[in-house]
């Protein structure tokens, strides 16, 4: 079945550092790829996506792309902010011809930030 | 505009009991998710609304677990004779379409945290 793997955390930084966060996952034909972040407090947003291979999500600084020959959706941000401090998960969604267009979540990174 | 709303945002029971969840989906979205985000876990899917039906309840992990969207809008997902397993926070999504389109997109509630004693 679909399965997402996830960097594990915590993933501890300090303001301006490099992030990459690695994203597998295994799926059968080709899936759109999310990544999604939870802030504290607050519900899961839509970072950014990828809806077909070599495609580049992009948002707030943040870029993935989608690499179908090593089956992978690292997430990379040049230059990390105190307020990118999150919870992070990399999702896929396959695109059945029936039933849901249900998301399989990977288990999630905590990434703090020290300032 | 609203965002998708989920009530009670905190639910405490005890073991046994019954508890009703409720989603509000975004106005005109006519797909409806239900996931359940363990302690340090991703979301799993639960179950899956097209309009009023229930086009996909395999995530649903017994028959304790049942859900309906009468209307085709507000869900409400029922929770029998609770366990603590079921300690958990069940989030709710909505989407525009549901049917297989490379645009759609999820939107997450804030979820309900709900507690079993």
């Known amino acids: 079945g679909n399965s997402v793997t996830q960097m594990e955390g915590p993933v501890t930084l300090s303001e301006e550092a490099f992030l990459t966060i690695n994203c597998t996952y295994t799926?059968?034909?080709?899936?759109?790829l999310f990544w999604y972040v939870q802030y504290p407090g607050e519900g899961l947003q839509l970072l950014l996506k990828?809806?077909?291979?070599?495609d580049k999500g992009s948002n707030k600084g943040f870029e993935a792309t989608y690499r179908k020959e090593t089956t992978s959706f690292h997430l990379e941000k040049g230059s990390v902010q105190v307020s990118d401090s999150a919870v992070y998960f990399c999702?896929?969604?396959?695109?059945?011809?029936?039933?849901?267009?249900?998301?399989?979540f990977g288990q999630g990174t905590r990434l703090t930030i020290n300032p | 505009g609203a965002g998708v709303s989920q009530t009670p945002s905190n639910k405490v029971t005890e073991k046994g009991k019954y508890v009703e969840l409720r989603c509000d989906p975004i106005s005109g979205h006519t797909a409806l998710y239900w996931y359940r985000q363990s302690l340090g876990q991703g979301p799993e899917f639960l179950i899956y609304f097209q309009g009023t039906g229930a086009a996909d309840d395999s995530g649903l992990p017994n028959d304790r677990f049942f859900a309906v969207r009468p209307e085709g809008s507000v869900s409400t997902l029922k929770i029998q004779r609770t366990e603590r397993g079921d300690s958990a926070v069940y989030l709710c999504?909505?989407?525009?379409?549901?049917?297989?389109?490379?645009?759609?997109?999820?939107?997450f509630g804030p979820g309900t945290r709900l507690t079993v004693l």
């Open positions: 799926a059968t034909g080709y899936p759109s």
């Open positions: 999504a909505s989407s525009l379409t549901g049917r297989g389109v490379r645009t759609d997109t999820q939107y």
């Open positions: 990828a809806t077909k291979a070599d």
């Open positions: 999702a896929l969604e396959s695109l059945p011809i029936q039933g849901a267009q249900k998301l399989v």
